[in-house]
Each structure stands twice: as structure tokens, then as C-alpha cells.
């Protein structure tokens, strides 16, 4: 073992002193809901998935607490309680007919341990692992079929697609778990942010501990720290349901890399290098761009500390999401629309990934970034060349398969602003703002007061879309490497 990496974490699971607004679950809500509290709990879990339908359908926002009506059966009280637990993630509850307690205090600790990356290492210490029977093995088939040995001790291969992240596969998780392997305490989880989310959050759901194998780049650096595991609920979107979970290790195996298909390497290099933009301490990240580049584990494993000890530090000081810890969204406001763009019109297997969207995003917000918070041209010039190198920004051509329409489509701009005004309609209010990370210089996150994100208007917006549109074309004009960018719009 070479670098050890610790995040502690310490929180209120369901902070109901934050709450102001409530609302009461009755006796007519459950009507549509089909639970027979028979006490099985495939129907406990689907009822519960049930409740977050229409929560979600009620747009309900997380800042909501819940509580009961105090006509409601014990069981409908503990089944509004168990999908508030999951609602994104815990909503405060709140059980008129009981004592129990809404802000019980959790605080724990893990380690991330990096293997040597040049050795098979982390096949040994798995099998070992597994020696004592104790786990349930879950891993990305697709690694199975690259690291033959690990098959000999996963019990359930799971296929890595986003349409798949669903509660139908974590119930059939659940449910092979606890018909033929009762005996395990602990999941083995051998994959990406897709089977690492949907992993964590089967093994918490039956009260289980889980150690994390992350296999994707993307995964190592931002999905396997920070406790947050899920599924999308369709047709409502993406992690709509889940826990804050924290694994009781994570070993890290860059050799584990070698086998990752390009735009997945790249996918995680656009968080590789958002973290080091945000980083007030990055060593140089144009050193670090130029070996995103390369695409290379090798060359890759000695900065992996440094980007994880960044989140794994946020998310200690912040475990909840409550605040700073949302500077790690730079580049996700336009990212997010544009994945949910994607989503809507061309098919999972020709979607845009997600790093490939925040890249884009990134970018936009360095143009924002500049426009609104007087970014220096000189920090401005030197970010948008590190996104230029690092090679994540995916070509203009290939976003105009992702999304179905071209990156320089005069409607785009309006499409992408009802996403992240979270209006879905045509007429979408062009006096609301939509909220942004934007940086005053490398490492330093501008502050509209005591808030970590910007409001930024329909019309800076629009502007900001001009001279976006002109650099992003302009950048793939000529492929030289070693272009020098002096962005004076
Ligand atoms: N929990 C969090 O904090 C968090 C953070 C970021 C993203 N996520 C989630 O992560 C998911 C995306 O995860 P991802 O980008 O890590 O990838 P992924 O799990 O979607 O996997 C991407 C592809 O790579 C394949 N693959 C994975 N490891 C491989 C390996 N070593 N060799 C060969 N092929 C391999 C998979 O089979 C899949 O086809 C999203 O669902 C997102 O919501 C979660
Ligand atoms: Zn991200």
C-alpha cells in the first residue's frame, strides 16, 4: 500500500432544525399508493418508491420537512418516514404519534488506500478478502471481462448503463442478497458511479456496510467520495432517490484504469481538472493537463492523492451539501443542462457523458466568470488553454450527435436556460436567474454574500452564449497543441 487518505464525516442525517415549511402526508395522499403492510419489505420498498413519485410529482423541494397526518396507521407513518429518508437524499421527519427523534447525530471516518499501481495487487487483497466469506461481491461486468480473476468472486455482475440505475435493478440487488447471501454484513462494490451508487445504496437500504472498488477515473476522484448514493426515479431524472451513505473503505487500484475506453478516461478528466481549478493549493495544473492528456494510469497515479484529498477535505468540512461544498457544481450549471438536453432526445448509448458536459460547462463558466466577477485575462487565458490541452472538451460536431442539435443552434441557448431555470415550459420566465459557480481567479470561488453561488440574468446569459459559441468553434479551427489563447472579446 502507498497513499492513505482519510474523510471523516459528521452530520445530522435529518437536520429538521432547518426546516420551515412542512408538509402533511394524509390519509388521501397514500389513496394511490398500493401497500398492503403485509410486511414484506419488495412491497415496503416499492411503496416507498411509490411516496417519491408523488413527492416528485408534487415538486416537492428538499427544504420541505415531512410529517403525518396523526390519523395515519404506525405503518403508513413508517412508510412516509422511509421514503423521506430517501427523497434526494433525507428531508427532515418529523411523526406527530411518537417520540422519535428527527436529528439523531452520525459521525464516522474512512480511509482511502491506493494499491501499487503497477502490480495485482488489489486482485490479492480482494481474494483475500473474500477468504473469510464476509462479502457480497457486486462488479461492473465489464470489468469482469477484462480482470478474469475478480469473476471468481463477484456473486452479482451488473451492466453499467444509466437507463438501468433504476429501483428495479436495486430491488433485484436487494433481493438476491437476501435470499442466497443473508450471511454477509459487508458489499464489495467493483465499478464506476453507476454501480458504486446503486451498490451503496442497496447495501444501506438492508442496514449493510460496503467497501467501494472505484474502476472509472470519474469514480476515483469524485463518486467514491463524499457518501452520496442513489438511483434516478424516471421519468424525473437523475439521483432522485437516495441516502448520504459512507463506505467503510475505499481501495484505490489505478492499474484498474488501463482498461477504460478513452471517452470515459476523458469523461473523469474533466473532473480531474475541475478540482484542480478549484483547488486554492493545486500544484501546476498545466503539468496536470498536459498528463490528462495522455490518458495514461501510470502517469495519472501520483496526482490522484492530491485531487482526492480536495473533495474528500470539502466534504469533511460540509458532509450535508449545505454549503461550500457546492463549488464542486463549477461547470455543472450549463453541464447539467446539457446531459438532461441529451437525455431527452438520442439514446443512452449516444448520449453525452458527464464529464464531456461539464468540460463544456466549464468553459462557460470561465467566459461568465470573466464577464461578471472580473476574472484576469491573464487566469482567464491560462484556464481555457488547461481545458484546451487537457483534451476533455469534446469535439462540436460530436455534442451535435449528443444533443441532437448543434452546438451553435440559435435555439440551444433558450432550451439549456429552461433546464437550469427548472422550467420545462416554452414561454420560461426570462426574469428569473439562474444560480452559478463562478471563479475570480484559479483556486478562488467568487461570493455573492454569504452564498457560494452567483445569479446570473437571461440576458448576461445570452451574452455570455455569444462569445461561447465563438471561442468553442474557434478552438477546434486548427487542432496545434501548442495554440496560445489571448481572448479578448
Ligand atoms: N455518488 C457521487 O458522488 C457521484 C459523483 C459523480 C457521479 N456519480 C454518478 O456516476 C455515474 C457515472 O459513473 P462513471 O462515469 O464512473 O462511469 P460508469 O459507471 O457509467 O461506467 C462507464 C463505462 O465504463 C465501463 N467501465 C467501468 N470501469 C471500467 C474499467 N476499469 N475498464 C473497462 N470498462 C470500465 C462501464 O461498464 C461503463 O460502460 C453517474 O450515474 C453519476 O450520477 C455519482
Ligand atoms: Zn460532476
Not at 394524509?26 to 411516496?51: E, M, P, Y
Not at 451574452?463 to 489571448?486: G, P
Amino acid at each position: 500500500m502507498q497513499n492513505s487518505i482519510q474523510v471523516r464525516w459528521h452530520h445530522a442525517p435529518f437536520p429538521s432544525e432547518m426546516k420551515t415549511k412542512w408538509h402533511t402526508w394524509t390519509r388521501n395522499d397514500l389513496k394511490q399508493i398500493s401497500h398492503d403492510f403485509s410486511g414484506s419489505w419488495q412491497k415496503h420498498l416499492h411503496a416507498c418508491f411509490q411516496v417519491v413519485r408523488s413527492a416528485l410529482n408534487m415538486s416537492l423541494p428538499r427544504s420541505v420537512g415531512w410529517t403525518t397526518s396523526p390519523d395515519l396507521p404506525a405503518e403508513a407513518r413508517l412508510l412516509i418516514r422511509d421514503a423521506a429518508r430517501m427523497y434526494k437524499r433525507g428531508v427532515a421527519f418529523h411523526d406527530p404519534c411518537s417520540e422519535e427523534t428527527a436529528t439523531e447525530t452520525l459521525s464516522g471516518q474512512y480511509q482511502i488506500r491506493q494499491t501499487e499501481e503497477n502490480s495485482d495487487e488489489l486482485t490479492e487483497i480482494l481474494t483475500r478478502k473474500m477468504a473469510d466469506k464476509a462479502y457480497f461481491t457486486l462488479a461492473d461486468q465489464n470489468i469482469l471481462r477484462h480482470h478474469v480473476r475478480l469473476n471468481q468472486i463477484t456473486h452479482m455482475p451488473l451492466e453499467a448503463k444509466e437507463s438501468l440505475k433504476t429501483p428495479e435493478t436495486l430491488i433485484r440487488i436487494v433481493e438476491c442478497w437476501d435470499k442466497f447471501h443473508q450471511d454477509k454484513e459487508t458489499a464489495l462494490i467493483i465499478g464506476g458511479g453507476i454501480i458504486s451508487d446503486i451498490g451503496a445504496f442497496a447495501a444501506s437500504i438492508l442496514g449493510k456496510s460496503f467497501i467501494l472498488v472505484p474502476s472509472t477515473l470519474l469514480a476515483m476522484v469524485d463518486a467514491c467520495i463524499g457518501g452520496k448514493c442513489g438511483i434516478n426515479i424516471p421519468p424525473f431524472g437523475k439521483n432522485q432517490a437516495g441516502y448520504f451513505a459512507f463506505p467503510d473503505e475505499v481501495l484505490l487500484a489505478p492499474s484498474l484504469l488501463r482498461t477504460l475506453p478513452e471517452r470515459e478516461f476523458r469523461s473523469g478528466s474533466a473532473e480531474c481538472l475541475k478540482h484542480a481549478f478549484l483547488n486554492p493549493e493545486a500544484s501546476d495544473i498545466t503539468t496536470l493537463a498536459g498528463e490528462l492528456r495522455q490518458l495514461n494510469p501510470e502517469t495519472l497515479a501520483h496526482r490522484l492523492p492530491e485531487l482526492i484529498r480536495f473533495k474528500a477535505d470539502l466534504v469533511s468540512r460540509d458532509p450535508l451539501d449545505r454549503g461550500e461544498r457546492a463549488i464542486l457544481n463549477f461547470g455543472h450549471t450549463l453541464g447539467h443542462a446539457l446531459e438532461a438536453i441529451s437525455h431527452s432526445r438520442v439514446e443512452d448509448q449516444h448520449s453525452i457523458r458527464h464529464g464531456e458536459a461539464v468540460a463544456v460547462g466549464m468553459l462557460f463558466a470561465l467566459i461568465l466568470s470573466r464577464q461578471t466577477q472580473q476574472l484576469p485575462d491573464h487566469c482567464y487565458n491560462a484556464l481555457i488553454q488547461n481545458i484546451y490541452e487537457s483534451r476533455i472538451l469534446p469535439h462540436p460536431e460530436e455534442v451535435k450527435q449528443y444533443l441532437g442539435m448543434a452546438p451553435d443552434d440559435p435555439h440551444l441557448p433558450d432550451i439549456a436556460w429552461s433546464y437550469m431555470i427548472h422550467d420545462k415550459k416554452s414561454d420560461h420566465n426570462k426574469e428569473d436567474s439562474s444560480r452559478w459557480i463562478l471563479l475570480s481567479g484559479p483556486g478562488r470561488i467568487a461570493r455573492d454574500q454569504d452564498a457560494w453561488t452567483i445569479p446570473v440574468s437571461y440576458q448576461d446569459f445570452l451574452k455570455a452564449w455569444q462569445t461561447f459559441i465563438h471561442i468553442y468553434l474557434e478552438l477546434f479551427l486548427t487542432s496545434s497543441s501548442s495554440k496560445i489563447f489571448s481572448w479578448k472579446t
